[in-house]
């Protein structure tokens, strides 16, 4: 491993997954009990698809195991120097029973640019989608599919190497878990309530904002749980050194609908995390021909378009929560939009046509889903 950026002729490479099936699987009774009401993120499916790697032998022993604890040293470094990245997406299953993966290509090569920046060993793209498509092709029955439901995978990579000195990982793990998932927020669609943070940042310039990193989330906790004895959902962070720019939520990004036709939303600045769904949506807005535009967005400014009426919708959109309405914006005391409004045409359009390109109900024109069986 070097310090290069990601080769794109590099992945290619693929491997033979060996199949270690469970000897005490969930029974059918119990698999459809947790499919009538699917949390999130709460119960996990029979196996993991795991990959190793080290400098010697490059990746390899690529399996489907049950599911269980890992076994690490106590000096592995991920404990002390946070080389791990993480990535989310979705499995879901149509009608007739065909089983899909939403832009799997995608998610691998973001894997690859948050291994790139925390010096993590390059995961070539196709050992990413095999490793997700052999672990859904296993576990296929998992997959919930009332509205809105799927099954969310959690590939992540973690530095196991037992070593204290201060310099990347010789060796590493590649594992995808699966979960039965419902919405995010619980219960039907709502729209939810945002706290404006002004104290804590996610992540800065220069920063691992981009990479999608443990690190960045463990550092949003305290103003979550803030956010929470507030009453509000979720936390959106402004860049104070850029006239209090608004950037994102704790774990989606934001959309604002301008004028009824101009969907605007934060650029990409080096602290945002560049969302599969935020990119999907810019591209169907365009198609829908609505007006599309990435920029700075300051708090203030927001606060103006919203006392003129001139933004009729707020969105946030995220693998987990797909697209969620915005209320309101809570700025200490002054609450910015309507805490109990719907969601507005523009959200439900792109939330329905994005979930309907997912499950084959709509025309996957992009070539977005990649078929699993």
């Known amino acids: 491993m070097d310090d290069s950026a990601p080769d794109p002729l590099e992945d290619t490479m693929t491997l033979s997954?060996?199949?270690?099936?469970?000897?005490?699987?969930?029974?059918?009774?119990?698999?459809?009990?947790?499919?009538?009401?699917?949390?999130?993120g709460t119960i996990f499916t029979d196996h993991m698809a795991v990959v190793d790697y080290?400098?010697?032998?490059?990746?390899?022993?690529?399996?489907?195991?049950?599911?269980?604890?890992?076994?690490?040293?106590?000096?592995?470094?991920?404990?002390?120097?946070?080389?791990?990245?993480?990535?989310?997406?979705?499995?879901?299953?149509?009608?007739?029973?065909?089983?899909?993966?939403?832009?799997?290509?995608?998610?691998?090569?973001?894997?690859?640019?948050?291994?790139?920046?925390?010096?993590?060993?390059?995961?070539?793209?196709?050992?990413?989608?095999?490793?997700?498509r052999e672990l859904v092709d296993v576990e296929a029955e998992w997959i919930p599919t009332g509205p809105g439901e799927s099954l969310y995978l959690r590939p992540f990579m973690i530095a196991t190497e037992a070593f204290l000195g201060i310099r990347p990982s010789k060796t590493y793990t590649f594992c995808v878990i699966a979960s039965p998932a419902g919405n995010y927020f619980g219960g039907d669609v709502r729209p939810v309530k945002i706290w404006?943070?002004?104290?804590?940042?996610?992540?800065?310039?220069?920063?691992?904002?981009?990479?999608?990193?443990?690190?960045?989330?463990?550092?949003?906790?305290?103003?979550?749980?803030?956010?929470?004895?507030?009453?509000?959902?979720?936390?959106?962070?402004?860049?104070?050194?850029?006239?209090?720019?608004?950037?994102?939520?704790?774990?989606?990004?934001?959309?604002?609908?301008?004028?009824?036709?101009t969907l605007v939303t934060p650029a990409l600045s080096g602290s945002i995390l560049e969302g599969i769904t935020r990119s999907s949506i810019l591209t169907l807005a365009a198609e829908k021909g609505l007006a599309v535009e990435e920029r700075k967005v300051t708090l203030d400014e927001f606060r103006e378009l919203a006392a003129s009426g001139r933004v009729s919708e707020v969105f946030a959109c995220g693998t987990a929560a797909v697209v969620t309405p915005i209320g309101a914006l809570y700025d200490g005391d002054d609450v910015i939009g309507d805490p109990d409004a719907p969601a507005g045409p523009v959200t439900q359009q792109i939330r329905e046509e994005l979930l309907g390109i997912q499950t084959g109900a709509v025309e996957d024109r992009h070539g977005w889903v990649t078929r699993v069986r």
């Open 196 to 261: 404006v943070e002004r104290e804590y940042a996610r992540a800065g310039r220069g920063g691992t904002g981009a990479a999608k990193c443990g690190g960045n989330y463990a550092s949003s906790l305290k103003p979550q749980v803030l956010a929470a004895q507030k009453g509000c959902d979720q936390v959106v962070y402004l860049d104070p050194l850029n006239d209090n720019a608004i950037e994102e939520l704790g774990g989606m990004n934001v959309f604002f609908v301008v004028d009824g036709d």
């Open 54 to 132: 080290s400098e010697e032998k490059g990746w390899h022993n690529a399996r489907i195991e049950p599911y269980g604890p890992i076994s690490l040293d106590p000096a592995a470094a991920v404990f002390h120097y946070g080389q791990e990245i993480f990535e989310g997406l979705k499995a879901y299953k149509n009608a007739e029973g065909t089983v899909g993966l939403f832009r799997p290509e995608a998610n691998a090569e973001r894997l690859r640019r948050s291994a790139e920046r925390l010096m993590m060993a390059d995961l070539p793209v196709d050992i990413f989608v095999d490793a997700c």
């Open 17 to 40: 997954f060996d199949r270690r099936l469970s000897e005490n699987p969930a029974s059918p009774e119990r698999r459809a009990e947790i499919l009538a009401a699917p949390a999130f």
